[in-house]
C-alpha cells in the first residue's frame, strides 16, 4: 500500500520560508512523478508544483514560480517542497501526490495516491 507522510509546516511570518518534505513507502517511488497541492479554506485543492520521475523537469503554478522549488531524492524516497518569500495567500494545507506516470502534470487527475497533508499558515 502506498503511503505519504508530509512534515514541515507551521506558522511563518510574511517573506519568511519553509521547506516541506514528503515520505514515500509502498511503491518503487523512482519510477513516479511527484506533485504538491495547497488547498485553502472555501476554494478548490490548487497545483503547486511537480517533479519528473527523475528530478530532471519541474512545473510550477505562476502563482509560485521564483519563491518555490519543487526537487526529490531518490534515494531517500522523499520529495521537497522549498517555500521562500511566503506570503498569506499561501496560506492553506499543502499535500504531495504521487503521479500515475513519469511526466510533470498539474491536474490532479493525473494523480493517485496523495498524503493527509501539512498545514502551512503564513502571518502577515
Known amino acids: 500500500q502506498v503511503q505519504l507522510v508530509e512534515s514541515g509546516g507551521g506558522l511563518v511570518q510574511a517573506g519568511g520560508s519553509l521547506r516541506l518534505s514528503c515520505a514515500a513507502s509502498?511503491?518503487?517511488?523512482?519510477?513516479?512523478?511527484m506533485g504538491w497541492f495547497r488547498q485553502a479554506p472555501g476554494k478548490e485543492r490548487a497545483f503547486v508544483a511537480a517533479?519528473?520521475?527523475?528530478?530532471?523537469?519541474?512545473l510550477y503554478a505562476d502563482s509560485v514560480k521564483g519563491r518555490f522549488t519543487i526537487s526529490r531524492d531518490n534515494a531517500e524516497n522523499t520529495v521537497y517542497l522549498q517555500m521562500n518569500s511566503l506570503k498569506p495567500e499561501d496560506t492553506a494545507v499543502y499535500y504531495c501526490?504521487?503521479?500515475?506516470?513519469?511526466?510533470?502534470?498539474?491536474?490532479?487527475?493525473?494523480?493517485?495516491?496523495w498524503g493527509q497533508g501539512t498545514q502551512v499558515t503564513v502571518s502577515s
Open positions: 501526490a504521487t503521479d500515475r506516470g513519469r511526466l510533470t502534470h498539474s491536474d490532479a487527475y493525473s494523480y493517485d495516491y
Open positions: 509502498g511503491r518503487t517511488f523512482s519510477n513516479y512523478a
Open positions: 517533479v519528473s520521475w527523475t528530478g530532471a523537469r519541474t
